[in-house]
């Protein structure tokens, strides 16, 4: 783990930040991987799904960002302090406010997706695509989550490299998993939701 203690600060903040803004560009390639394959493979109806249930995504993955950098400011002040145990608590303290959240914004996400489309006036043309995309999306809404705190608990530890990296593979792993189900198999908008989905998860599990 880095120490920010030794040497030059200003080189070490440089070298950790560089990842992290390279990481929030890859961030939002995940929708927009999805929305260019569902538009040159399916229909500009699909393209145009994604595209509204895209902008409340990374609605709720700004709110996870603001949430979980929180949460390591305080992570990265027990670890920098050598407080241990203070340190334990509050990562078990994070984990079991954001699984917490992940049930309710699944459900809200589920559940309720018919009417948050409606409130963003959803062209009735591309209600159904929309809905299919956001819902699939919501359900696995847990892997964006537990993916978001978990490079937030590295970054307080001053790892910020091994979260790009996951961040790059899983990106070219949802791309090319999305191209197979969309176009091989024919699964059209579920399938680039189901390939986003996965890759998090595999996120999650490195």
Do not use: E, W
């Amino acid at each position: 783990m880095r120490d920010f203690t030794k040497g030059s600060i200003s080189k070490q903040l440089i070298a950790f930040a560089a990842p992290m803004l390279v990481g929030n560009m890859f961030q939002q390639l995940y929708g927009l991987v999805d929305a260019i394959i569902v538009g040159r493979y399916v229909s500009g109806g699909a393209l145009a799904a994604v595209g509204v249930s895209i902008n409340i995504i990374n609605f709720i993955v700004s709110l996870l960002i603001g949430l979980t950098t929180g949460s390591a400011v305080v992570i990265a002040q027990f670890f920098g302090a050598k407080q241990h145990d203070r340190l334990k608590s509050a990562v078990s303290v994070s984990i079991v406010s954001m699984l917490g959240l992940s049930v309710v914004l699944t459900v809200v996400g589920v559940f309720f997706a018919p009417q948050i489309l409606r409130l963003l006036n959803t062209d009735p043309l591309i209600f159904d695509d929309a809905l299919l995309y956001m819902r699939i999306v919501m359900a696995g809404v847990v892997c964006p989550v537990f993916y978001n705190m978990y490079i937030a608990y590295l970054r307080a530890l001053g790892d910020s490299r091994r979260p790009l990296y996951i961040l790059i593979f899983t990106v070219v792993l949802s791309g090319s998993l999305s191209v197979y189900l969309v176009i091989y198999r024919g699964m059209g908008i579920a399938g680039a939701a189901a390939s986003t989905i996965f890759s998090q998860l595999v996120a999650v599990i490195l």
